[in-house]
């Protein structure tokens, strides 16, 4: 059974901070606080005191272990990661960014050691994705495990399983941060046609219920593709009136393999464009494992890769130096004189370069004299 804390102590970014799962915000204080709590036996007056006006809560006046996981210091700095349970999936939308979705990944003894790696990296947040995660064999024992680490889990997920008593009762005990549904449609010809499954509509729509009557934290992530741009503003009307947040996804991307198969999907009056690339945390203070053990920089910079599984948690001390020349623009593309008002990070450029995508998919400058003249 997963751990029963209620709320998580933890070094983030040089600072220390305290976490109620499933509820949004958190309480920053001082590194002396934070030593104080990690020796305490019982919970400080200040502290029960920080948290009764913040949440509302009382943790009681029993032994601080009870009710509070403290997470210790970690020497390698990431906060945040991502975890492939499975690149399965129920579904074969057209526009998946996974191509060949197989079903593979590490037995549970391998399982166990990933996510103990990622508790001695300093993971605080972690997100589960896929594939469908839910639909892995292993979700619960994942999950399960992760909570029990200290780790602020936000799922991935088409809601095709969020009525399953099993992964109910699991995710209302354990509660996660958040979980974002992918809505592909706002009626069931739309929904279905773009996932290629019968049934996909009813199911999302029955899952959705079922984590509303939960009151599980939901966001929702709008998919808008050429298919069912029409219906852009139903579903933004139908999230509106669930009371849930949600944003448009719009870009499409090609497979993790550079294939091409998913950019006839995009809707090209939806496509938009993005902000000037300035660089981000990836490698650094973020890393991603696929359902193999292999972590790399994110979920689009994938090569080269680092087995976790044979090197440990110490094999991410290569991944800040495989971030920095992965993420330099090197010249930019051709020689492209524009490359610094660029809004495509150079890993995604190359998946576009090696599908041979028509340029206005990545490069939105709008001015390209200076392109041309390469």
């Known amino acids: 059974m997963a751990g029963t804390h209620k709320l998580i102590v933890s070094p983030y970014l040089g600072e220390y901070v305290v976490l109620q799962p499933g509820s949004e915000g958190g309480i920053k204080i001082s590194e002396s606080k934070y030593q104080e709590l990690r020796h305490a036996s019982l919970a400080p007056s200040w502290f029960t005191s920080a948290v009764r006006t913040f949440w509302g809560a009382d943790i009681g006046e029993g032994p601080l272990t009870d009710t ?36 593979s990944g590490l037995s549970w003894p391998e399982r166990e050691k990933l996510l103990y790696i990622l508790r001695d990296a300093g993971v605080l947040w972690l997100q589960l994705t896929g594939g469908e995660p839910m639909i892995d064999r292993l979700f619960p024992e994942v999950y399960g495990l992760a909570y029990e680490l200290g780790m602020m889990l936000t799922i991935l997920s088409n809601g095709s399983r969020l009525a399953n008593p099993g992964v109910l009762e699991l995710l209302t005990n354990c509660r996660p941060h958040d979980i ?47 298919r069912n741009e029409h219906e852009l503003g139903l579903m933004q009307a139908m999230a509106d009136e669930w009371g849930i947040p949600h944003n448009s996804f719009v870009n499409m991307s090609p497979t993790i393999y550079g294939g091409a198969e998913t950019l006839p999907s995009q809707s090209a009056d939806h496509l938009r464009k993005r902000k000037v690339f300035t660089g981000c945390n990836a490698g650094h203070t973020f890393f991603h494992v696929d359902p193999h053990g292999m972590a790399s920089i994110c979920k689009i910079g994938r090569d080269p890769q680092i087995p976790l599984i044979e090197e440990g948690v110490d094999g991410l001390a290569r991944l800040g130096a495989i971030a920095d ?50």
């Open 68 to 103: 509070v996981l403290v997470k210790p210091e970690s020497p390698y700095g990431y906060v945040r990661a991502t975890y492939e349970l499975n690149l399965g999936c129920n579904y074969d939308c057209e526009h998946c960014y996974l191509g060949l979705k197989r079903f």
């Open 325 to 374: 020349s992965l993420l330099l623009r090197q010249g930019g593309c051709t020689g492209c004189t524009l490359s610094g008002s660029c809004g495509t990070c150079m890993p995604l450029v190359t998946l576009y370069r090696k599908a041979k995508s028509p340029l206005q998919n990545y490069c939105q400058h709008r001015e390209r004299e200076e392109v041309n003249q390469q």
């Open 180 to 226: 974002t549904l992918s809505m592909y449609g706002a009626t069931e010809e739309s929904y279905d046609g773009l996932t290629r499954r019968r049934g996909s509509y009813r199911l999302f729509i029955k899952g959705l219920a079922a984590a509303r009557e939960a009151s599980l934290p939901l966001r929702l992530s709008l998919i808008v593709t050429n």
